[in-house]
C-alpha cells in the first residue's frame, strides 16, 4: 500500500488560498474501479482510496506514515506565480504594452 503526500494547490474557483496550507496524506489505488453491469455505476472494492488526512506540516504526515509502516512518496510544493494586478490598471498610462483591440 502506497500513500502520497502532498499539500493541495489552489483550485481554479477559488479566489483565496483557503485549503492550500495543510498536507494530505492519500493512499493510492490498489485494485482497478469497474463498472457495475446494471446502473453503469463506478465502483471500487478498495475503501482506503477514500481516506483522506490532513497535517499541519510535511513532517507530521511523514511521521504519521513511517509509524503505521507505509511506503510513501512526497510531492514538492507547486507554489503559484501569478501577478497580481487590478483592473485599472489595463488603463494606465504607463502601461508596459500599449492596450489596443
Do not use: C
Amino acid at each position: 500500500m502506497t500513500a502520497r503526500i502532498y499539500r493541495p494547490a489552489k483550485t481554479a474557483m477559488q479566489s483565496g488560498r483557503g485549503k492550500t496550507g495543510r498536507w494530505m496524506l492519500v493512499f493510492d489505488q490498489e485494485q482497478p474501479r469497474s463498472v457495475e453491469p446494471l446502473m453503469g455505476y463506478t465502483s471500487a472494492a478498495d475503501m482506503k482510496q477514500q481516506i483522506r488526512l490532513a497535517f499541519d506540516t510535511r513532517e507530521e504526515a511523514i511521521a504519521y506514515a513511517e509509524r503505521r509502516g507505509l511506503r510513501y512518496e512526497v510531492e514538492t510544493e507547486h507554489d503559484a506565480t501569478r501577478i497580481m494586478s487590478s483592473y485599472s490598471d489595463n488603463f494606465r498610462p504607463d502601461r508596459r504594452f500599449p492596450w489596443t483591440h
